[in-house]
T-cell receptor, first 113, second 113 residues
């Protein structure tokens, strides 16, 4: 069975610091998609980053970047120059093209002023 | 472009009752997915609809059902409510597939007493 594991239930960092959220997954498939979603307190979930497994290049979106290690089945999210607005629950998710999407349990990130 | 909307936003029901939740996707989006979010189980995939057909289903009992209309609007129904059904129910839409970028609605908070 495919699984997604986020080993850090909660993290706190100071504003302007860099933080890395970890995510590992287990699959025997070769082609799949990985995502990081952000759910701010009492606000809608939004997509942070999407990575296609067949692409070697790590995806980036402004201050957000991923370290995708396909052989190690690792997909970590790095947030640079963290801001108070980055405080949120972050979910790592995995899907094989037309199958069910699987989410990790989430990492609650607190950015401290 | 209007975002994903969900109605109602809050709902209180009694055990044994049934409930219907509604989701209006972003205009032009044809895939609609439903998720259950609880503190204990995290975010779990319920089902996905595309062109009025259920394309995928998560591991939930038959009490959970859904449908999609020709305008892509979707409803989910939970019959014979149990206390454990108390959760935030999220709807998400995407252009074609769940593996595309998904846009989430604000959710419906269901409380079963």
């Amino acid at each position: 069975a495919q699984t997604v594991t986020q080993s850090q239930p909660e993290m706190s960092v100071q504003e302007a610091e860099t933080v890395t959220l970890s995510c590992t997954y287990d699959t025997s498939e070769n082609n799949y998609y990985l995502f990081w979603y952000k759910q701010p307190p009492s606000r809608q979930m939004i997509l942070v980053i999407r990575q296609e497994a067949y692409k070697q290049q790590n995806a980036t979106e402004n201050r957000f970047s991923v370290n995708f290690q396909k052989a190690a089945k690792s997909f970590s999210l790095k947030i640079s120059d963290s801001q108070l607005g980055d405080t949120a629950m972050y979910f790592c998710a995995f899907i094989v093209r037309d199958d069910k999407i699987i989410f990790g349990k989430g990492t609650r990130l607190h950015i401290l002023p | 472009k209007a975002g994903v909307t969900q109605t109602p936003r809050y709902l209180i029901k009694t055990r044994g009752q049934q409930v219907t939740l509604s989701c209006s996707p972003i205009s032009g989006h044809r895939s609609v997915s439903w998720y259950q979010q609880t503190p204990g189980q995290g975010l779990q995939f319920l089902f996905e609809y595309f062109s009025e057909t259920q394309r995928n289903k998560g591991n939930f009992p038959g009490r959970f059902s859904g449908r999609q209309f020709s305008n892509s609007r979707s409803e989910m129904n939970v019959s014979t409510l149990e206390l454990g059904d108390s959760a935030l129910y999220l709807c998400a839409s995407s252009s074609y597939r769940v593996s595309d970028e998904q846009y989430f609605g604000p959710g419906t908070r269901l409380t079963v007493t």
